[in-house]
Nanobody, 115 residues
Framework: QVQLVESGGGTVQVGGSLRLACKAS????????VGWYRQNPLKPRELVAN???????NYAAAVQGRFAISRDRATNVVFLNMNSLRPDDTAKYYC?????????WGQGTQVTVSS
């Protein structure tokens, strides 16, 4: 079974940056299958960024141009670089992988953007 552990959250001011990391471990998996989601109490969980089948990055419209997803195969870590943060980016961020037959989620890391 795959396990996911997020880190790197915190509190930043508007316009600031953060880098989240998702460490994957366990049974066979591909880092290309790891994606980032976020959820705040007012909205359902939503996709932030993931990888397409060809390995290219896919982003939600709200973060396009500000966030970047990347992966380090040597350490089995998927990163989410977040720039130009806004108050509406405040949420708990989760990484996810579908490890058939289960959806696997990390415990999440809180990102708070203060104005």
């Amino acid at each position: 079974q795959v396990q996911l552990v997020e880190s790197g959250g915190g509190t930043v001011q508007v316009g600031g940056s953060l880098r989240l990391a998702c460490k994957a471990s366990g049974s066979e998996f591909s880092l290309n299958d790891v994606g980032w989601y976020r959820q705040n109490p007012l909205k359902p969980r939503e996709l932030v960024a993931n990888f397409r089948a060809d390995g290219s990055a896919n982003y939600a419209a709200a973060v396009q141009g500000r966030f970047a997803i990347s992966r380090d195969r040597a350490t089995n870590v998927v990163f989410l670089n977040m720039n130009s943060l806004r108050p509406d980016d405040t949420a708990k961020y989760y990484c996810h992988i579908f490890d058939p037959p289960k959806h696997v989620w990390g415990q999440g890391t809180q990102v708070t953007v203060s104005s």
